[in-house]
């Protein structure tokens, strides 16, 4: 099982325009670091560039791919999403075939079929709190809701069982209940077996909930990065200490803007 | 006055595949309204139903039974579809702006589009769709670019700035805000807020973040069972609603719970 995985002087650009300006990221085995940050940050093209997902339009400039000391490249990269690292993206729905059952899908990351491959994905689902999870097997994505989708989608990326999860805003369509049930899910891949986690998320209580070290990045720069206590403790960055302000404000009201 | 207004409605739907028989019923004589100006919440959890229940009062789906009337008249009438007055009226924002929006579309078309409907041209569009895009703290974008390749954040901004474009009578929030950092979050409900206040349109907030509500909801209801339920205070401590006591119960630390240190 790979212990580390990170990512160095990360440059990306759009025609003319440098988005992400050299930054570094890892994560290690048996850990969960947030990254968070404003909208248009660079959080999920970081992600993206990571795993040599780029989408059209973005280049990586710069940046070293690394797990456990060796550097990644060609096709090292291109296998690391699946096996080693499982992805969940931010929009759930992009991710799925609507023209194809969610028992299908199954099948085909799993690359089985029959009742071995159905028995399997019904386990996976049940993982994520579903309670009846062979009845989903049948439908298609558009027969169910954001938040089931979003949990499907969980349960695809680790169903290779993957040493590393990225999760792109993972919870950001659940209800407090089921996202409480994907922490859990989150926490005990963690503790027991040992899975490190990159969680993008804008929800600051999901950080407080579950990372243990938290990375901001502002404006394509990463502006502060420590263990999660000392952060909500003592926020450095202007950027942290406002997103920190408007998350207090939405348990003890006040304005945050 | 009443502006929207759904009485006893039902939907179920097919569950299985597109051959099956069983259906599962999502709304179950459902009733709910909203007043002009007023901003209504529907709180529930996932697959309660609450998006559904949306889609009902936009006219993209009918009722299994019930009505559902804007200004007391039926949404859609029983032979065609909404009067473009009344399509013009009501807008919304959904949870999946990638969905929600052309990959062929500039930023600019993106808002432009039901400015263009409505038949503004030239100088004023530019003009207007400007503005709009600044109004959501985007003003630094090129708008040319394509919309699928701004952030999911930036592209969520981009649809309510669309969605504000026509100055709508009501506003159908499903999920609009979820997916936003908490500052910017907190910056585009005000704006939402400001403009309630100056054109006096009207919101159905569907969020299943009990945290959004204050300040921002004058009314609250709870999807239970197929139907908004309505509470009187969402925050307090006891709820003879179970499913908000539920949604309370699994409301998470705003702080890090410090590890306690093993004897
Ligand atoms: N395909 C693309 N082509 C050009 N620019 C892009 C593309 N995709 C994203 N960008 C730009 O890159 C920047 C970073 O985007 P990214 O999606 O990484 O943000 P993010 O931090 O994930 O934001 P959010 O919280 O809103 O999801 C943004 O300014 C965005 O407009
Ligand atoms: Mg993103």
Known sequence: MAERLSLEGLVLASGETELVHGIDLAVERGEVAALVGNSGGGKSLSLLAWLDLLPPGVRRLAGTIRLDGTVLEGPGLAGLRGGVVGLVPQSPTSCLNPLVTIGRHFCETLACSGRAARAEAAGRLAEVGFATPERLLGLYPCQ???????????????????????????????????????????????????????????????????ADTASVLQHGRIVERRPVADLFASPRAAATRALLAAHHALYEGGTAA | ??????????????????????????????SLSVGAGECVALLGPTGAGKSTLGRLALGLERPDAGEVLFDGAPLAGARGPMAAAVRRGIQAVFQDPYGATSPRFSAFEVVAEPLRYAGVAGAELRERVRSLIAAVELGEVDPGRLAHRFSGGQLQRLCIARAMALEPRLLVLDEAVSAL???????????????????????????????????????????????????????APVSDVPVLARLRAAMLPQRPVMPVAAD
């Open chain 2, 1 to 30: 006055m009443t502006l929207l207004e759904l009485r006893d409605v039902s939907k179920s739907y097919r569950q299985g595949g597109p051959f099956s028989r069983q259906r599962v019923r999502v709304l179950d004589e459902a």
């Open chain 1, 144 to 210: 169910l809701s954001g938040g089931m989708l979003q949990r499907v989608v969980i349960a695809l990326a680790l169903c290779r069982d993957p040493d590393f999860l990225f999760a792109d805003e993972a919870t950001t369509d659940l209800d407090l209940e089921s996202q409480a049930q994907v922490l859990v899910l989150l926490e005990r891949l963690r503790d027991r077996r040992g899975i490190g986690i990159l969680l993008v998320t804008h929800d600051l209580a999901v950080v407080a909930r579950l």
């Open chain 2, 181 to 235: 950092d908490v500052a910017i979050q907190a910056r585009m409900m005000a704006l939402l807020t400001a403009l309630r206040r100056r054109t006096g349109c009207a919101f159905l907030f569907i969020t299943h973040d009990l945290r959004l509500l204050r300040g921002f909801a004058d009314r609250v209801t709870v999807m239970q069972d197929g139907r908004p339920i309505a509470v009187d205070d969402p925050f």
